[in-house]
């Protein structure tokens, strides 16, 4: 219960944070009503699902610098690389320090896997390289605990970005941003992969 508690406190304590990093970046910045649940939201989700304080930090880490990626890429159809980049080597230092090898190869072959799959997509025109650099980050940090979990992201993304298509073309746009698709396909796998994939993650 105090973990949770304490998730709830630093979700609602970083809500200003974010929405200055949204700012600086398009300003814009989004409502405090809508960023504070998904910030607690991500906040539970962390304590629930981390398997360590270092797979915790991982995941903390990733979630913040992904909803303001994503509200960035809402607002101005960008993944900056100043919000995706550095965490390459540190969730990568992390997932070394957690001395497993096995977790190591899964994390670097899945990151490597989605970074490949994403940017087939890229070459084809159907996503900008953005998303493929922030499929790689997530897959990174989901291989952490088992392949599958990585697996229900993708299909997970799909589902919500086929979903995100078909409302924007009925819409009579053109373009949407595929961020925040990736973001919510990679929560609902963090989520949901218990109760699809027994036994995993823990």
């Given at each position: 219960?105090?973990?949770?508690?304490?998730?709830?406190?630093?979700?609602?304590?970083?809500?200003?944070?974010?929405?200055?990093?949204?700012?600086?970046?398009?300003?814009?910045?989004?409502?405090?009503?809508?960023?504070?649940?998904?910030?607690?939201?991500?906040?539970?989700?962390?304590?629930?699902?981390?398997?360590?304080?270092?797979?915790?930090?991982?995941?903390?880490?990733?979630?913040?610098?992904?909803?303001?990626?994503?509200?960035?890429?809402?607002?101005?159809?960008?993944?900056?690389?100043?919000?995706?980049?550095?965490?390459?080597?540190?969730?990568?230092?992390?997932?070394?320090?957690?001395?497993?090898?096995?977790?190591?190869?899964?994390?670097?072959?899945?990151?490597?896997?989605?970074?490949?799959?994403?940017?087939?997509?890229?070459?084809?025109?159907?996503?900008?390289?953005?998303?493929?650099?922030?499929?790689?980050?997530?897959?990174?940090?989901?291989?952490?605990?088992?392949w599958r979990t990585a697996a229900v992201a993708l299909v997970a993304t799909v589902v919500v970005g086929?979903?995100?298509?078909?409302?924007?073309?009925?819409?009579?746009?053109?373009?949407?941003?595929?961020?925040?698709?990736?973001?919510?396909?990679?929560?609902?796998?963090?989520?949901?992969?218990?109760?699809?994939?027994?036994?995993?993650?823990?």
């Open positions: 219960m105090v973990l949770f508690v304490g998730a709830v406190a630093a979700g609602v304590a970083v809500v200003p944070g974010l929405r200055r990093a949204v700012a600086v970046a398009t300003a814009r910045r989004p409502s405090v009503w809508l960023v504070l649940p998904v910030s607690v939201g991500a906040a539970l989700l962390i304590v629930w699902r981390a398997t360590g304080v270092l797979h915790g930090t991982a995941l903390a880490l990733v979630a913040a610098a992904g909803i303001a990626a994503g509200w960035i890429d809402a607002y101005e159809r960008r993944l900056p690389d100043v919000l995706i980049l550095p965490l390459y080597p540190v969730v990568g230092a992390l997932v070394v320090a957690a001395g497993d090898p096995d977790r190591t190869l899964r994390a670097a072959l899945l990151a490597a896997a989605a970074i490949g799959l994403f940017g087939l997509g890229c070459a084809a025109g159907q996503m900008g390289f953005g998303d493929v650099k922030l499929a790689g980050l997530l897959a990174l940090v989901l291989a952490w605990s088992d086929g979903g995100q298509a078909a409302a924007v073309i009925a819409l009579g746009r053109k373009d949407f941003p595929y961020g925040p698709a990736i973001l919510v396909g990679a929560a609902a796998a963090l989520a949901l992969s218990p109760f699809l994939t027994p036994g995993a993650g823990r």
